[in-house]
């Protein structure tokens, strides 16, 4: 296959909101770039204000009509002579589908979501499979429902797992700093989740399998990062109340120093009840910790059970417990799966596989 050297591509998405969807979008935009690739950037809906991607369009759907929003990004395709138009997830896919299609250019999708019914036969669905020219799933575990429940052509489906930063490995000395920094005191046993506070992420799960181990490890303690809406925070926070764990769990909200707290945690647990990715465990194992997950979606595909880190049944905190139980009682057992981790994530999940990989699907569907 000859490789162009340098393509044309814009790179769309409905929304960029805290979550794997958006740092997945960035990252593709940044890596894209750096490999001299000119990139068009935009998206359906104004962003939040942290996001920080340089010359984002921002085509706002939500106050124009749906051909407006495609008479916009057809104007945006001719302006920028686009080659191939990456969309991620349902909207965008369709409507940057039909633009595309109208002008001649191929569309790829990246299919994203946790939620199964976003995977069920639908109108939208049908005209994506149409519109688009490849379809990308995020896992293994994704590609399935594509090709089973959506019937979409197997040869044309291909899986692209997210990317994260790797650098070297934290050493004592970075921890300590980054425990220095956050104020956590030496001695505490620290337990990570980062994800938004809905029921989907399990942190309900967490908080309970804590009650048991408190009782043991009276120096552990669980940082929960992430946002939610006031019902779920509220939900939360009671049950905190009512199992008595306030000295051990701590709410911290959205946080822009993830890679800090990332470095500071003995473990990193979170145990959702679906999933489709999970990008928060590549950047756990990223950082050498040992994670607890469930065996769900595409984090199978990320954690090795008993070699890069502990897998358990989704809503059993009672299982859960049991994961935290050994970690928590060897330091040698955290430090054999984080290194395991860190090699795993390092050689396979990083964000140049991740670009390589799209590159030659855009390649394919250039050529």
Request: glycine content about 6%; some cysteine; overall charge positive.
């Amino acid at each position: 296959m000859t490789f162009v050297k340098s393509l044309n591509v814009l790179e769309v998405v409905q929304s960029l909101q805290k979550g794997g969807r958006t740092m997945r979008f960035t990252a593709t935009v940044a890596g894209l770039r750096q490999n001299n690739h000119c990139v068009t950037a935009a998206c359906l809906s104004c962003p939040e204000p942290w996001v920080k991607i340089p010359n984002l369009e921002v085509i706002d759907g939500e106050s124009t009509s749906r051909w407006q929003l495609i008479s916009q990004l057809r104007r945006v395709i001719i302006r920028d002579d686009i080659q191939v138009i990456h969309a991620h997830c349902e909207l965008s896919q369709l409507y940057a589908g039909i633009a595309g299609f109208t002008c001649g250019v191929p569309t790829i999708g990246t299919f994203h979501r946790s939620d199964l019914k976003k995977y069920q036969p639908s109108k939208v669905n049908t005209l994506i499979k149409w519109l688009l020219s490849h379809y990308i799933a995020v896992s293994h575990d994704r590609l399935s429902l594509l090709t089973h429940n959506l019937a979409l052509p197997s040869k044309k489906c291909h899986v692209v797992h997210g990317g994260a930063i790797v650098k070297k490995p934290p050493t004592k000395a970075t921890a300590a700093k980054a425990r220095d920094n956050l104020n956590i005191p030496n001695q505490q046993l620290v337990l990570l989740s980062v994800g938004h506070l809905g029921t989907i992420k399990g942190h309900q799960d967490t908080i309970a399998a804590l009650v048991p181990l408190t009782k043991e490890y009276k120096n552990l303690h669980l940082y929960i990062a992430g946002d939610g809406s006031s019902m779920e925070k509220k939900t939360l926070n009671t049950l905190v109340k009512k199992l008595t764990l306030e000295q051990h769990v701590t709410f911290l909200g959205q946080i822009n120093n993830v890679e800090q707290w990332f470095e500071a945690c003995d473990i990193f647990v979170q145990p959702p009840i679906e999933e489709a990715f999970g990008l928060v465990f590549a950047e756990a194992g990223a950082k050498a910790k040992p994670v607890v997950a469930t065996n769900v979606g595409g984090i199978k595909e990320i954690i090795i059970d008993g070699e890069t880190g502990l897998l358990v049944a989704p809503a059993a905190p009672e299982e859960l417990s049991l994961a935290l139980r050994k970690l928590a009682s060897s330091a040698d057992e955290r430090k054999r799966l984080g290194e395991n981790g860190y090699q795993r994530i390092s050689t396979q999940f990083s964000i140049n596989s991740m670009i390589n990989k799209y590159l030659t699907i855009f390649n394919t569907v250039i050529n």
